[in-house]
Every structure is written in structure tokens, then in C-alpha cells.
């Protein structure tokens, strides 16, 4: 998979979802984790998505 320079960036600072809101996701392998946590760096403080590597982790970050 090729990624285009800057693309990571352009995503995350479109902030698509609404400030305040939780989001989680969970990785299934190292690369998807490694491209979440540069979306997640690039994303606004408190758009900022956050990134696990399990459903166990995301559950307990979202309080569910």
C-alpha cells in the first residue's frame, strides 16, 4: 500500500467528527497500528481519535 506524502495530515485535520466525542479503534496489525497512531498525532487535541491494539483496551478507554 502505497501512502501519499501528506495524506495522514490532510485526514486528521478534516476532524470529521464532532469535539468531545470518544472514538477508538483497534489495530489488527502493527502497520494499521503505526498509520493510526500518525493519524491520531496529527489530529486536533480534541478531535484526536485514539488508537489500541486490543478491544479490551478500547473498551476500558471508552468506559464501556
Known amino acids: ?6 495524506a495522514a ?6 476532524a470529521p467528527f464532532a469535539k468531545g466525542c470518544r472514538r477508538a479503534a483497534v ?3 502493527d502497520f494499521m497500528f503505526g498509520m493510526g497512531r500518525m493519524y491520531e ?3 486536533p487535541e480534541e478531535a484526536a481519535p485514539r488508537i489500541f ?9 471508552l468506559e464501556l
Do not use: D, N
Open 1 to 6: 500500500m502505497v501512502i501519499p506524502p501528506g
Open 53 to 61: 491494539r486490543t478491544l479490551e483496551e478500547a473498551r476500558a478507554w
Open 41 to 43: 498525532a496529527y489530529s
Open 27 to 29: 489495530a489488527s496489525s
Open 9 to 14: 495530515e490532510r485526514i486528521a485535520v478534516s
